[in-house]
């Protein structure tokens, strides 16, 4: 049986237990997962976010990317790369997939879901050529595939060129709303850091203590209509000195409704 190892805790944190695979959990440190945790593991697959690690927001490292194709071949395992939200970087280009580099040891994921819908649900899954008649195979069977029509349509979307220019707008958008609710939690609580790469549909933020402790100010938030998700809620141990640590998402939200939101949070 396959170890399978975790560096992103959330949509596949129960996938595992499902499918009765063993599972350990990686930590990811500020260059992407720690490798000598992975390779003490015996682990032989991962499940990773080069482009943007969920939650803490990063991108790995070159290094690091690296580092994950060597442990690989090494122990003749497979990286599967999850690109949930690649497409949204507002300071650079995209970074390029991990695949690319390594496409024998990476089967790469990616959907719809964060720049269309998520109700389409259409996706796809590049594998490395030996594994893909079994992939195929199995996906037949778990559910005799993907309705055709909703392909095909996606398919003409991509090939005139309306996907690409969905996405700029997209991206446009997106990245007015970022730059808001940045710039409104930073004049609401003097001393937050956010955190993460300018890119995606969240950030990180780290109030000072001074606006903790967490609980009375998530239970001040709800009171004032505003449900917010603490970082603790993603796997991650509670912050040791008071402060609170939120995960904030902005893609549905216009920026004046960011603001009136961030105005509403407790400040003191």
Aim: aromatic share 8%; net charge positive.
């Amino acid at each position: 049986m396959y170890g399978y190892a975790v560096s992103r805790l959330f949509a596949v944190n129960d996938a595992p237990t499902r499918t009765r695979l063993d599972t350990v959990t990686v930590p990811v440190d500020a260059d992407g997962p720690r490798l000598e945790v992975l390779a003490g593991s015996g682990a032989r697959v991962v499940v990773t976010t080069p482009a943007h690690q969920f939650p803490s927001g990063i991108a790995y490292t070159a290094e690091r990317r690296a580092g994950l194709l060597d442990w690989a071949r090494a122990v003749d395992g497979l990286v599967i790369e999850d690109d949930y939200d690649g497409d949204f970087r507002y300071d650079r280009a995209p970074v390029g997939a991990l695949q690319g580099l390594g496409p024998d040891r990476v089967a790469y994921t990616g959907s719809v879901s964060k720049s269309l819908a998520p109700g389409l649900r259409l996706g796809w899954l590049v594998v490395p050529e030996r594994l893909a008649g079994e992939v195929a195979a199995r996906k037949r069977t778990l559910d005799l595939g993907n309705p055709a029509l909703d392909q095909a349509a996606l398919a003409y979307f991509i090939g005139c060129g309306a996907y690409d220019r969905h996405l700029r707008r997209c991206q446009r958008a997106y990245r007015e709303r970022r730059d808001t609710l940045v710039a409104a939690l930073l004049e609401r609580f003097p001393g937050a850091v956010v955190t993460g790469i300018a890119a995606g549909l969240h950030v990180i933020v780290r109030l000072p203590p001074g606006y903790g402790p967490q609980p009375r100010f998530l239970a001040g938030a709800a009171a004032a209509g505003v449900v917010l998700r603490p970082l603790s809620d993603f796997g991650t141990a509670p912050a040791g000195d008071g402060s609170v640590r939120l995960v904030l998402g902005y893609a549905h939200l216009p920026p004046a409704e960011i603001e009136r939101a961030v105005r509403l949070l407790p400040a003191g």
